[in-house]
């Protein structure tokens, strides 16, 4: 057995095409990713674009601007590692780029939240202490 510390990959979901997505993360800073070829943004990432076929990308910084589509409470039964932090808000948000992502609801709660609100990212620490892309009332 080692003691070898989990890299980005097995921590995290998705697989190798998230980790810049996570890394952006852990520098505070929201980034999706882009076609080179045609500009379109796209999340969740992959190796290839859906508009025009090109496997060309890079990982652009968004402006952290989003507007509030849907929410949820979280209850229990969760994993283990949420169990202290329930129940919580989860909102799924449409970022002013295009890419929709979802991420806890920080410093509101669920009767603070109307349709089509404004948005803005934030980072909080994930159960593992790791900083994630998070939203709040702008």
């Known amino acids: 057995m080692t003691d070898a510390t989990p890299t980005d990959f097995e921590r995290r979901t998705g697989g190798q095409d998230w980790v810049p997505y996570w890394a952006a993360g852990r520098s505070r800073e929201l980034r999706f990713q ?21 496997t060309e990308s890079e990982w652009a910084l968004a402006s952290g601007k989003a507007t509030l589509l849907s929410w ?3 209850h229990p039964p969760v994993l283990p590692a949420w169990k202290e932090r329930t129940p919580f808000v989860v909102v799924l948000v449409q970022c002013e780029e295009g890419p929709r992502t979802m991420g806890n609801l920080l410093g509101a709660t669920v009767d603070d939240l109307r349709m089509d609100m404004p948005m ?4 909080g620490p994930s159960p593992d202490g790791d900083l994630v892309p998070q939203w709040r009332l702008a």
Do not use: E, N
């Open 120 to 123: 803005v990212v934030d980072f």
């Open 72 to 74: 949820v409470v979280v």
């Open 34 to 54: 882009r076609c080179t070829a045609c500009k379109t943004w796209r999340h969740p990432p992959g190796p290839m674009c859906a508009q025009c076929l090109s």
